[in-house]
């Protein structure tokens, strides 16, 4: 049995999108859950009178030196008692867009998260 929930997540903060994918599939003797999230919000908004004429974007690169940087992590874990597997990836950063006469500064939280249990009966071990 395959099971898809898809969640668009929002909120009052309209420069934050939560995006959810979670998927939920059972076999003969396991169930994998498999959720992936992206998280997006805007941390800056710079206005340029001539799009050829980038200079302010400048300001952006040195009040975002922090975020400039990509970060990403892996978590794995194994319990043997129970049967159970966890594995999370996140990845973290930084990128620009431009819409208009608009400079986006956008920041990024990626998650792939997986967990294996064992299954008997049709229920959890």
């Given at each position: 049995?395959?099971?898809i929930v898809y969640k668009n997540l929002t909120g009052s903060n309209k420069k934050k999108r939560d995006l959810c994918i979670k998927e939920v599939i059972t076999?003969?003797?396991?169930?994998?859950?498999?959720?992936r999230r992206c998280l997006y919000f805007v941390r800056e908004k710079v206005y340029i009178d001539d799009p050829a004429n980038l200079d302010k974007l400048k300001v952006l690169k040195h009040t975002n030196d922090v975020w400039k940087k990509k970060h990403?992590?892996?978590?794995?874990?194994?319990?043997?008692?129970?049967?159970e597997d966890k594995m999370i990836c996140k990845v973290a950063g930084t990128f620009y867009a431009i819409c208009g006469h608009y400079v986006f500064c956008i920041a990024f939280v990626h998650s792939f998260k997986i967990d294996?249990?064992?299954?008997?009966d049709g229920k959890k071990a």
């Open positions: 049995m395959r099971e076999r003969d003797d396991f169930m994998a859950t498999i959720e990403f992590h892996i978590l794995r874990n194994h319990d043997s008692r129970t049967g294996f249990e064992a299954v008997t």
